[in-house]
Antibody, heavy 120, light 112 residues
């Protein structure tokens, strides 16, 4: 049974950075893509970007290009998502979600979510 | 970017009755292989989203057969044949044709 376990909640000051981790267990990490999706309070889902660890290939939604960095460490089966220059609008729950990079079979496993609060 | 538009925004339903959600894309999601790259997700209250349907009409593992997806190109529908109380939540469509995925705004399903 594949599981994605994310790091705990964070409270950050405006202008700082946050790095969220997502550790995969029970599956072959490198065979999949890892996506990051965020949800602001009371709002819908927003795809931020994704990485294929096997190829170190990363895509970002245009909105997040330049301020978000997605990385992966195959040795620990962990993906990371870092947001810099935080502002209040970045307050949200951040999810990681696995998908197959070769086959368009959807994001079938999700992490539990990490709440990031940006407040002065 | 491909824009995804869902309707209705809110859908009150009666248990045992059918329900239907529409999703439209600003561009065709039809791949050259003949598949439409459209997923459906359900986010139950207080939970992470879960995959229901991929490639427009394929149920994900463990999804009850009362859920079905249809459509191709730019128009898609998620149908629930007989709504159950556990089906409440927000339903999202998502295009997966381009490597930059985009979600619809969501449809909130609640029991009347």
């Amino acid at each position: 049974q594949v599981q994605l376990v994310q790091s705990g909640a964070e409270v950050k000051k405006p202008g700082s950075s946050v790095k969220v981790s997502c550790k995969a267990s029970g599956g072959t990490f490198s065979s999949y893509a890892m996506n990051w999706v965020r949800q602001a309070p009371g709002q819908g889902l927003e795809w931020m970007g994704g990485i294929i660890p096997m190829f170190e290939s990363v895509n970002y939604a245009q909105k997040f290009q330049g301020r978000v960095t997605i990385t992966a460490d195959e040795s620990t089966s962990t993906a990371y998502m870092e947001v810099s220059s935080l502002r209040s609008e970045d307050t949200a729950v951040y999810y990681c979600a696995r998908s197959q990079w070769e086959l368009p079979w959807g994001m079938d496993v999700w992490g539990q979510g990490t709440t990031v609060t940006v407040s002065s | 970017d491909i824009v995804m538009t869902q309707s209705p925004l809110s859908l009150p339903v009666t248990p045992g009755e059918p329900a239907s959600i529409s999703c439209r894309s600003s561009q065709s999601l039809l791949h050259s292989n003949g598949d439409s790259y459209l997923d459906w997700y359900l986010q139950k209250p207080g939970q992470s989203p879960q995959l229901l349907i991929y490639l427009a009409s394929n149920r994900a593992s463990g999804v009850p057969d009362r859920f079905s997806g249809s459509g191709s190109g730019t128009n898609f529908t998620l149908n629930i044949s007989r709504v159950e109380a556990e089906d409440v939540g927000v339903y999202y469509c998502m295009q997966a044709l381009e490597s930059l995925f985009t979600f619809g705004g969501g449809t909130k399903v609640e029991i009347k």
